[in-house]
């Protein structure tokens, strides 16, 4: 019978099933600081050890600061969490890449980067942007700390299938539209909760024409659309970034790999439970508005009107956002003023990223009204990267600020955030009320779009922009 | 884990849709090594008008009293009943934790996000999916008479209202059998210790790059 993607790859890992619920092998368990101290605290108590050491791979990012390390953390909350990480790992004798580490970094871009993430596999990590790998044809998704727990102690995870959705993009993306605006689209469209209980794979022209990057940022973005895995099957693209990598099968089982790997797509006449069609022309540079992914539009859209929406329920959800993101309803979205600027996170931190961000900033200036722009690599080796490509020049030149890897204002756990009220053009994934700092306004949007809003001081078309 | 047979217990309205982990438990809450003593804290940007961090004595802060927990009536509810896709976002598990030490072991709403769902068995918490219809039947029923109470038997699987209707849910039966009987998963998965040594055996034999020591 015909296998969608998901199938082989969850059927391929299943231990024991019973009733439906089955018993999968994990493959790759990465470990970061906050959802993982309960989770050892847990093994130490039952005396329990972790199954396989060199599964796991370990990293601190949430706390990390992205200004000078030299002297530590500073807050002693965020050094306590690093250090307990830093400690659970050399208890149980699980790599880690420390904050000093040049390959310290987001969790989601270090596993990649590494080669650590590989296709065919199972990728787990507590953390929702864990769908990340499935750019890879994994089947990576984000788990609970009991489950971190759980895995840690047996390498196997208790789960139902899900239901398979495929998300076709067919054509060709205009200049200036991004991966990160068609994972916006594609949530626009089928909202925040189109996706629960699927498991989403992106396929058609567009998605194949993705570099390795930009379907890290659709994948990531599965999430946001419900569900807890996305994917993309393999190509030439795929075993292109992974061959090399330090994690990577080694020269005598690479060709073996690669005969496997070839074989992880949906076959002919595979059957999805649902199928989502968008065209890529149609695609527009999208910025959100509300306090929901789900809340976007394109560039040249407007702030809607609740007045014009029927559900009660909605119509309360727009009201309560617009109040709270402070704009009135039919502003035209490039009539938006904005406050800061953050260019990085699991979505969007990649060296990709971060060129196509310095394109749109080389030679021109922050707009005198952004109090701060900041530019947060996702890992020490993009960094590094972006250092040899000069990129940080382009960016400090024009006013930005040229950080230190890890989550940063993604989610404000270290001291990068929004004070209240202010307004950011942020690359990150989540504009829910307070993410990136109490009161804190943000609207997502693509690094380009992001860069362009940086040197006009609102939001603005890339396209128009020279 | 504390197991969950039957429950009697007041209900609370939180009617949005769409609330997210960092609504019901915010970041910097995150930051702790524990489990437990995030109740203070859930819903912490509604529920407070000044801005909470770790450390604050949560009992001398400024309530607020718009925030429909925070009505007396609603004091000691261990049942919420919300809108749809409640738990969407982060898979922090800080999120059943804090509702777990608020006092909830209960959750009715239309539909839940799936990490979040996932959470809340492994933690004694029962989540429950009602029409959409039935939970705004809920919803007027909660408004309309002060100290409302439901009944939910998961044994039987139903909720049963103070006038005696019952709604019957479905859950499955795995994640059943683990709440009714505080079931730890780790344990019950460890019993299959050989099955999984020789599905490890197979397939490091297939894919042994994935085996290599780094």
Sequence with gaps: MAKTLYDKLFDSHVVQEENGTALLYIDRHLVHEVTSPQA????????????????????????????????????????????????NCAEFGITEFRMNDTRQGIVHVIGPEQGATLPGMTVVCGDSHTSTHGAFGALAHGIGTSEVEHVLATQCLVQKKSKAMQIRVEGQLGRGVTAKDIALAIIGKIGTAGGTGYAIEFAGSAIRSLSMEGRMTLC???????????????????????????????????????????????????????????????????????????????VEGFVPDPAKESDPTKRGGIERALQ?????????????????VFIGSCTNSRIEDLRAAAAVARGKKVAANVKLAMVVPGSGLVKAQAEQEGL?????????????????????????RLEPGERCASTSNRNFEGRQGPGGRTHLVSPE????????GHFVDVRQLN | MQPFVKL?????????????????????????????????????????????????????????????????????SSILLTRENFGCGSSREHAPWALLDYGFRCIIAPSYADIFFNNCFKNGILPIVLDAEEVDFMFREVEINPGYQLLVDLEQQ????????????????????????????????????????????????AQPWLFNQN
């Design chain 1, 324 to 340: 709270y993101m402070g704009l009135e309803a039919n502003t035209p979205i490039t009539g938006i003023k904005i406050d800061k």
């Design chain 2, 8 to 76: 009697e217990g007041l209900v609370a309205p939180l009617d949005r849709a769409n609330v997210d982990t960092d609504a019901i438990i915010p970041k910097q809450f995150l930051k702790s090594i524990k489990r437990s003593g995030f109740g203070p804290n859930a819903f912490d940007e509604w529920r407070y008008l000044d801005h909470g961090e770790p450390g604050m004595d949560n009992s001398t802060r400024p309530l607020n009293p718009d925030f429909v927990l925070n009505q007396p009536r609603y004091q000691g």
């Design chain 1, 220 to 298: 990531n973005m599965a999430i946001e659309a419900g569900a807890r895995a996305g994917m993309v099957a393999v190509d030439d693209t795929t075993i292109d970034y992974v061959k090399g990598r330090p994690y990577a099968p080694k020269p005598e089982q690479w060709d073996a790999a690669v005969a496997y790997w070839r074989t992880l797509h949906s076959d002919e006449g595979a059957k999805f439970d649902a199928v989502v069609e968008l065209k890529a022309e149609d695609i527009q540079p999208q910025v959100t508005w509300g306090t929901s992914p789900e809340m976007v539009t394109s």
């Design chain 1, 40 to 87: 050892f605290e847990g093994l130490k108590m039952s005396a329990r050890k972790v199954w396989r050491i060199n599964s796991v791979l370990a990293v601190p990012d949430h706390n990390v600061p992205t200004t000078d390390r030299s002297h530590g953390i500073a807050d002693p909350v965020s050094r306590l969490q690093v250090e307990t990480l830093d400690n």
């Design chain 1, 392 to 416: 940080d020049k382009i960016f400090t030149e024009a006013g930005f600020e040229w950080r230190e890897p890890g989550c940063s204002m993604c989610l404000a756990m270290n001291a990068d």
């Design chain 1, 449 to 456: 779009m992001a860069a362009a809003a940086a040197v006009t």
């Design chain 2, 158 to 205: 139903v909720v049963v209202t103070p006038g005696g209707q019952s709604f019957s849910f479905d859950v499955d039966a795995f994640r059943k059998h683990c709440l009714l009987n505080g079931l730890d998963d780790i344990g019950l998965t460890l019993q299959k210790v050989d099955q999984i040594e020789a599905f490890e055996a197979r397939h490091k034999a």
